[in-house]
């Protein structure tokens, strides 16, 4: 019971922390070049939230479908 909720929580806290890393970006990058800054600020946050955060979340998502496979027996 309490590791589930910890798992879930924690696939939270990544979820806002990404979330958290993409407004950064483009706040940072309208602050150096107003709208393309902004753009180019998002698009370095969405990489950098990928290489950094991805394979979290792809464990995560293996771990959801396993949890779907094993419910289905």
């Given at each position: 019971m309490?590791?589930?909720?910890?798992?879930?929580?924690?696939?939270g806290?990544?979820?806002?922390?990404?979330?958290?890393?993409l407004?950064a970006?483009?706040?940072?990058g309208?602050?150096m070049?107003?709208?393309?800054g902004?753009?180019?600020?998002?698009?370095?946050?969405?990489?950098?939230?990928?290489?950094?955060f991805?394979a979290?979340?792809?464990?995560?998502?293996?771990?959801?479908?396993?949890?779907?496979?094993?419910?289905?027996?």
């Open positions: 309490l590791s589930k909720i910890v798992v879930s929580l924690y696939a806290i990544l979820e806002v922390g990404l979330w958290l890393i407004i970006g483009v706040v940072i309208w602050q070049n107003d709208f393309l902004a753009i180019l600020g998002l698009v370095c946050a969405a990489l950098f939230g990928a290489v950094f991805g979290f979340f792809v464990i995560s998502d293996i771990r959801t479908a396993v949890r779907n496979i094993e419910s289905k027996k």
